[in-house]
């Protein structure tokens, strides 16, 4: 029986970046995963594979509407889609394969196989029993689909069939308008896909900023979707090949169908957590099958922890890493923590959607008084240069102390321009200390500053 400081299960960003700090720390640990490869959903199947489609996706976009206005004329790329999924694996076996680089650096031992918890402190995989003094759940989730719908991963997809489509299908349903929706909904809108979104709220983006979500929903309008908003999917039915999506609108309970050659169901994840014996060994788990941890990541067993999707919170991958990190810090006895309150969240469609922090509406219920600094891309003269004006910054900022609350981006580089203010909240930063702060002329950044600035006596450039 091989014995170690810390069993982690699951590779994704959750599992892999909780083993390196820990071995970084001192700890001797291992790390079970049952996929071939590491990295989990986020490298295989979610995230990067996703990023790598996106970029193809949009330089085809770009070819196609901006080159000419650039004095680039030419025909258009025509889509190889065999070479396109070729690139999308070579990036995703790039990353899998750094990560083992990094687990052979970093002396952490990788056993194949799927993991199950036989009591405290002990694992079995396959045949073999480990033990260690920590365990810790780093499992993931798995897509939660409707009642009444059968995905078969060709016709009826999740995210996971959506990246790997044998052609790319004239017409498309996208179940939900959360953020794989989106993603994967633009991947196929610019690949020509007749794309229509059909979601049971009334806005897009739950969570999002409203006046964010509706903004977004009027660009991807204008990018070729088409919304079909508070109506609840019923089921789908699929004859040779072809599926016909049922919905109720839920304002007057009318029915209706759509026709389509592929339904991407997007409606959310749930905890991936079976098949691990957790109900024997009488682990406390959460209503909506998460696994119940404290403020430390422990379970309701002795040296039983979780983290990531399998535990409460935003299933984002970099919010499991920074629970991995914390965690890691915690078994090698320090003080490991995690700032739940700046924790950025990114759409990366074109343009990108980004936003940390409290939203407008969410000051709006807590009755705390505030301001709004907003600034257009349109103001912004690099923007303009790369036909990329839509959009704007949202900074809110309390109305009194001026402390940073919130921000929300819709615009170029949004994903990575969120991370100044992510600083700045975490520094308890005001808007004028943002505003203050001098800013390379032309970049996208500046639009940041502008919000600042008009949270305090104004943009200059609006
Ligand atoms: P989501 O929870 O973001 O959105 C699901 C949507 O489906 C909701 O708007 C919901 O109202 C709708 N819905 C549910 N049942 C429905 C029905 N019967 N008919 C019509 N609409 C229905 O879930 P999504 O997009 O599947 O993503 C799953 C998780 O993965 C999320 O937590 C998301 O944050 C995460 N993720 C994050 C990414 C990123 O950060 N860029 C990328 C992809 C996923």
Redesign the pocket.
Known sequence: MASFDAIIIGAGPGGYVCAIRAAQLGLKVAVIEGRDTLGGTCLNV??IP?KAMLHATHSLHEAEHNFAKMGLKGKSPSVDWDQMQAYKQEVVDGNTKGIEFLFKKNKVTWIKGWASITAPGQVKVGDDLHEAKNIVIATG?E??T?PGIAVDEETVVT?TGALTLKKIPKSMVV?????????MGSVYARLGTEVTV????DA???GMDGEVAKNFQRILTKQGFKFILG????GVDVKNGKAKVS?KLRKDDSGASLDADCVLV????KAFTAGLGLEALGVEMLPRGQVKTDAHFATNIKGLYAIGDAVVG????HKAEDEGMALAEIMAGKAGHVNYGVIP????TSPEVASVGATEEQLKEAGRAYKVGKFPFMGNARAKAVFQAEGFVKLLADATTDRILGCHIIGPAAGDLIHEVCVAMEFGASAQDLALTCHAHPTYSEAVREAALACGDGAIHA
């Open positions: 979610g995230c996703s989730s897509p939660a409707l995210s179940i939900g308008a959360g953020v794989i929706g989106l993603e059909v979601e049971y709220l897009i983006t739950p109506a609840a999917v019923q919905y997007a409606t959310g994840r935003p299933m984002l991958a969240g990114v759409v990366y």
